[in-house]
């Protein structure tokens, strides 16, 4: 951590683009005027749509684009002035691109991770045993990547960014492309690895339920901008106060009058219900569902990011 | 440096884990081998035996050698290493604590030993059957540091062409441009000493001949130590350049984004 006791301290961060040259120069502002204090040893989910500024984000707190202005310390570094100091202290897994060799082994692969990171033999050994029972992954060690599904992959990438025992864990859009099981445990493994292990975990995410279930505190930001900072307990209290049911019908059904209910869509075919959590309990209404309506399918969802987003907008200002 | 050695056995590694893709390239390796030699044995039958000082046998010593330097690298690394720049897998390598270039240039040569573990044996069979033994044991040996040089310096200049994708994001064009140099200038398909004399002196003084030719006179029978002189500087050039490019590529990428 920094002299601070912090894990990530920014002030005042900005990021501007230019493209084109002369009357087709273009400025494009991807990030502004963020700051932002993250504890050593907290969750934290940085999230927001398309173009808000995420990865412009991790990128500057990585080290791999300069700030255009303000201060950014990570682990008490500046991140591109000591980019390689700082690799050697922060775990990144990028939900689309692997760290892994395809042909090879995710053992062979961690051998080259263990020699950029200067870990000797014997640990680095000590080391994948242990992650292999943290991250119950030892028997996917040893077959080649190109065989692993994606989400067998995503927990040989979490071991590949772990084994030099990183102080913090940069992880950008993690669970994309992962099904549900596999996020489920995906998610589960990134809280234990916290902790465990007392490792810092910044997470982007499209993905709402990423954010309930792995984060402390959550950080939205849209248009480069940070527009909400609060406890995850707090914005499930005020922002994700609803819950979205799909229900597959076998032939039509009556109309359903629930208090805290709101019937978005009702067909022959099916009906996507609005629940609000905090009049009604969703297992109330799955309940009285599955009782008076012929069911063929259902399945609960959050609501998407982008409503969260606008519910944010909506919400006046504290 | 033992990240170097261990990104070394990691690239053979992986070369070896594609065998069948090693296998096509021998076999690739042979097809153009048999058809180039024989053509310029044609050609030396025809002309008292010998071009341009290339006896018939020297001529099959040189193309195997020459064709070895060249394919035992990806036939496609700047098109390969431009793609990765443009698409932004260079910029998370940034994230590794050891030279982007550095480690590229470990793995491609644990690569280049792996096919070349086949690639030699077999040109050396075509050769031993075809026309029988090297014309001069001791130009056959310094072929071997020679065509190790000329694996280095065409990887560190193909990166360096390929670094350019860090400005224009496409360096297929430059790839084009390089492959043929390399077949003409680099004296891979034909000795230098057979083009005209200005045209020689152009590819004399220019890194493509430290790629191919080198090795391929000194296969040949032509005991030239100083060539290996030659291909070092070349080799210690083209690794300044291809640094400078991506140092400053590296730079430009952390500032306008990748």
């Known amino acids: ?318 | 440096m033992s990240w170097f050695a261990t990104a070394v056995r990691t690239g053979a590694r992986q070369m070896y884990a594609s065998w069948p893709a090693l296998v096509v390239s021998a076999f690739f390796y042979l097809v153009v081998v048999t058809a180039v030699t024989t053509l310029w044995r044609a050609g030396a039958a025809a002309n008292d035996g010998h071009v341009a000082g290339y006896t018939a046998t020297m001529l099959t010593w040189y193309l195997a050698t020459s064709e070895a330097s060249i394919l035992g690298l990806s036939f496609r690394m700047i098109e390969e290493v431009g793609d990765d720049i443009a698409s932004g897998s260079v910029a998370t390598e940034l994230l590794r604590p050891v030279s982007v270039l550095g480690i590229r240039i470990a793995t491609e040569i644990g690569r280049a030993v792996a096919r070349l573990s086949v690639l030699v044996p077999a040109g050396a069979a075509l050769c031993l059957v075809t026309v029988g033994p090297p014309p001069h044991p001791a130009g056959l040996l310094l072929a071997v540091p020679a065509v190790l040089l000329a694996l280095t310096t065409n990887m560190l200049l193909q990166h360096a062409v390929a670094g350019m994708s860090f400005w224009i994001r496409d360096a297929r064009s430059g790839w084009f441009l390089y492959q043929k140099l390399v077949f003409i200038l680099g004296g891979m398909l034909v000795p230098l000493e057979v083009l005209p004399a200005a045209l020689r002196h152009v590819a004399e003084v220019l890194p493509f001949a430290a790629v191919a030719y080198v090795p391929a006179r000194l296969a040949s029978g032509h005991v030239e130590p100083e060539l290996l002189a030659v291909q070092l500087g070349w080799s210690v050039v083209t690794g300044v350049v291809a640094s400078l490019v991506f140092a400053a590529g590296e730079r430009r990428l952390q500032v306008v984004g990748g």
């Not at chain 1, 993250?38 to 791999?64: H, Q, W």
């Not at chain 1, 992962?178 to 490792?199: H, I, P, S």
């Open chain 1, 1 to 318: 951590m920094g002299a601070n006791g912090l894990g990530i301290d920014v002030t005042g961060l900005s990021k501007t683009f230019v493209s084109g040259r002369r009357a087709k120069r273009r400025v494009v502002e991807a990030v502004r005027d963020i700051s932002l204090q993250v504890e050593a040893g907290e969750r934290l989910a940085y999230i927001g749509p398309n173009g808000a500024g995420k990865s412009t984000s991790i990128k500057i707190l990585t080290g791999i684009l300069h700030a255009s202005a303000g201060d950014v310390r990570v682990l008490g570094l500046v991140p591109w002035k000591e980019r390689r100091q700082l690799a050697r202290r922060i775990g990144t897994l990028f939900g689309q691109r692997s760290q892994l060799w395809f042909e090879l082994t995710p053992h062979q692969s961690f051998r080259m991770l263990a020699a950029i990171h200067r870990i000797d033999k014997a640990d680095a050994a000590a080391r994948v045993a242990e992650l292999a029972e943290l991250l119950d992954a030892g028997d996917l060690f040893d077959e080649p990547v190109r065989t692993l599904s994606l989400g067998q992959r995503m927990r040989c990438e979490l071991a590949a960014c772990m084994l030099h025992r990183p102080d913090i864990l940069f992880l950008d859009e993690p669970t994309i492309g992962l099904d549900l099981l596999a996020k489920q445990l995906f998610r589960d493994l990134l809280v234990r690895v916290n902790e465990e292990r007392g490792t810092t975990i910044f997470l982007t995410s499209h993905d709402v339920a990423d954010v309930e279930q792995v984060a402390q505190r959550v950080v939205v930001v849209n248009h480069g901008s940070v527009i909400y900072d609060d406890s995850v307990a707090a914005m499930r209290r005020t922002l994700l106060a609803t819950k979205i049911i799909d229900v597959g019908l076998l032939n039509g059904a009556d109309a359903l009058a629930l208090e805290g209910v709101t019937v978005l869509k009702h067909t022959a075919n099916g009906a996507k219900l609005v629940v609000d959590t905090t009049a009604q309990s969703v297992r109330h209404v799955l309940d009285v569902v599955l009782e008076v309506w012929p069911v063929s399918d259902i399945s609960v969802v959050d609501p998407p990011l982008e409503d969260v987003i606008a519910e944010i907008y909506g919400a006046p200002r504290a």
